[in-house]
């Protein structure tokens, strides 16, 4: 419920029209708009959200990137309004990811690249939201998400629709809120030629890549 709360508070616009610049799209859920296939979005809907009466967050960040320290003091003073007490911490990525695994924070802002690595939504799912999970920030252990996504790796065939329902289980929780979906953008020189359009950046000089 507490969850809920901070979720409801919690308005992308400002951090994606001007931190951002608009170069970002408001989040319609964990998989952004540059994967075509996760626009069908499940419909998900949180707890009722607790009354809020000056409860103490503190939230972290890192200072490896820019945008987030900028994008925290404008979620603190979201949360503010909303009549949470907010004490914030930043600090180097290394230096802070430690405490981020181990729970110490109430709630972390972060940037995450949601299939770069794998291609797979499986991988980030499992590692980032259930019980067990490598990566699991949120600190989240809910039986119903750690179905849901087992589901993907059970799944026959296209393995997407269960990836969705996976998503939306999550989203249901509140323990994770989307702020923003960042745009990659990419640069060519009119004296380069055949450079790959990679979808995950992974691959972007290839052999046949060339320079007048």
Not at 7 to 16: E, G, H, L, R
Not at 84 to 96: A, G, M, S
Not at 124 to 147: I, R
């Amino acid at each position: 419920a507490m969850r809920a709360a901070v979720a409801a508070a919690i308005d992308p616009a400002p951090i994606v029209d001007d931190i951002y610049e608009g170069r970002a799209d408001a989040p319609a859920g964990l998989f952004g708009p540059a994967l075509a296939w996760a626009a069908d979005h499940r419909a998900h809907e949180l707890p009722a959200p607790a009354e809020v009466d000056g409860q103490t967050l503190t939230i972290a960040t890192y200072s490896n990137r820019a945008e987030l320290p900028e994008t925290l003091t404008v979620l603190a003073s979201q949360l503010e309004a909303a009549g949470f007490t907010v004490e914030t911490e930043v600090r180097d990525y290394n230096d802070i990811e430690p405490d981020m695994l181990a729970g110490a924070f109430d709630a972390v802002l972060m940037s995450r690249s949601v299939v770069q690595d794998s291609g797979d939504p499986y991988t980030y799912l499992d590692s980032d939201f259930t019980s067990d999970g490598g990566f699991n920030v949120s600190q989240l252990a809910d039986a119903a998400v750690d179905e849901a996504v087992a589901a993907i790796a059970l799944a026959e065939g296209d393995r997407r629709a269960a990836a969705l329902d996976a998503e939306a289980a999550v989203l249901a929780t509140g323990a994770v809120v989307p702020v923003a979906h960042e745009r990659l953008v990419v640069g060519v020189s009119e004296r380069v030629a055949n450079v790959a359009s990679d979808p995950r950046e992974l691959e972007i000089i290839t052999a046949e890549t060339t320079l007048e």
